[in-house]
């Protein structure tokens, strides 16, 4: 009895292991093609509009995706009247994979070119960085 559950045990976590290196094998050559970068980016855009109020702009995304990635130009726009509050070119930065699978990223070796940040007061007296 112990013997088979040992074995169901050991059979189970080879199949994890399995199914986790096919989608990490997966994911890897889908991001190497211009449809898997594009869905990538707008996935990312997504999730940095669900957590910025006003209008974020993405730009083309490039890279090994494993350790770094390169992103053409980024932009934050005021959602009241559409007035540029961020803008860059080209930013490129490094990371750890293994900061992926616990759900967080710290980026390494940040570059970027062309920083541009409009800080304005609104009539109401909002800043628009608020």
């Known amino acids: 009895m112990i013997r088979r559950r040992r074995l169901v045990g050991?059979?189970?976590a080879i199949a994890l292991l399995v199914i986790g290196f096919v989608i990490i094998v997966t994911g890897l050559f889908v991001t190497r093609?211009?449809?898997g970068q594009e869905e990538l980016r707008r996935?990312?855009?997504g999730q940095l509009a669900s957590a910025i109020k006003?209008?974020?702009y993405l730009g083309p995304m490039s890279g090994g995706f494993l350790t770094g990635i390169t992103v053409d130009s980024f932009a934050i726009r005021d959602a009241d009247n559409d007035s540029l509050f961020i803008s860059t070119g080209r930013i490129t930065a490094s990371y750890d994979p293994r900061d992926l699978i616990d759900k967080r990223l710290l980026l390494r070796d940040v570059?970027?070119?062309h920083p541009v940040v409009y800080l304005r007061q609104h009539a109401s007296g909002r800043w628009n960085f608020k």
């Open 10 to 12: 050991l059979v189970s």
């Open 33 to 35: 093609t211009s449809y």
């Open 43 to 45: 996935l990312i855009q």
């Open 54 to 56: 006003g209008k974020v």
């Open 111 to 113: 570059q970027v070119e």
